[in-house]
């Protein structure tokens, strides 16, 4: 039986680097970034359930008016989500299509994999460099959301620049080790 929770005691990194390598000791920095990272995710999504869960039984039994509670929770939810995304990258767990990989030999399945890495490598890129842009524009033109709380867009803008970032190294960093494993045979 296999599991699918986030398990922080056993290494999620899958990358072919050769331990002390300069790839290898990347992919450890990254694996302890990563892990920093996903705790932190993991208590921006308990937050985001408090503010909610308050939410709800504020305007449920005081009909009190809330209008900063839904705004909050979801740039904590676009913290979590896209800040996460290199975790959740470095164990192969993002959606992919396997349908081929019982019918390619083991050298079909690495050049699939190649080329699945190197498209998302290159997306993520685009991706990334977008959400940048976006950060920037709100960042310089002082751009704040519509709601009466208006906080600053530069916020959900940084964190989705940065977990974008972080999963295009991510995947950069396992192509690197695809190839430092290969170069190692």
């Not at 390598?21 to 990347?26: A, F, N, T």
């Not at 349908?99 to 083991?106: E, F």
Request: hydrophobic fraction near 50%.
């Amino acid at each position: 039986m296999s599991a699918h929770g986030i398990d922080l005691g056993h290494p999620a990194t899958v990358t072919a680097a050769r331990p002390g390598s300069p790839v290898g000791r990347i992919a450890r920095a990254m694996t302890l970034l990563n892990r920093a990272i996903v705790v932190l995710c993991s208590i921006a999504l308990i937050v985001a359930s408090t503010i909610l869960s308050y939410s709800v039984a504020a305007r449920y039994f005081f009909n009190a008016a809330t209008y900063w509670q839904d705004e909050a929770a979801v740039f904590l939810l676009v913290g979590a989500t896209f800040l996460s995304t290199a975790f959740v990258q470095a164990g192969r767990g993002h959606i992919g299509i396997e349908a081929l990989t019982g019918y390619l030999s083991k050298r079909g399945n690495a050049i699939r994999m190649l080329a699945v890495d190197t498209a998302s490598l290159l997306f993520c890129c685009f991706f990334a460099w977008k959400s940048w842009t976006l950060f920037h524009e709100a960042w310089v033109d002082g751009q704040v959301s519509g709601s009466t709380w208006a906080p600053p867009l530069w916020i959900p803008y940084s964190m989705m620049s940065l977990g974008m970032t972080l999963m295009t190294l991510q995947i950069a960093l396992q192509l690197a080790s695809s190839v430092d494993g290969w170069r190692s045979k």
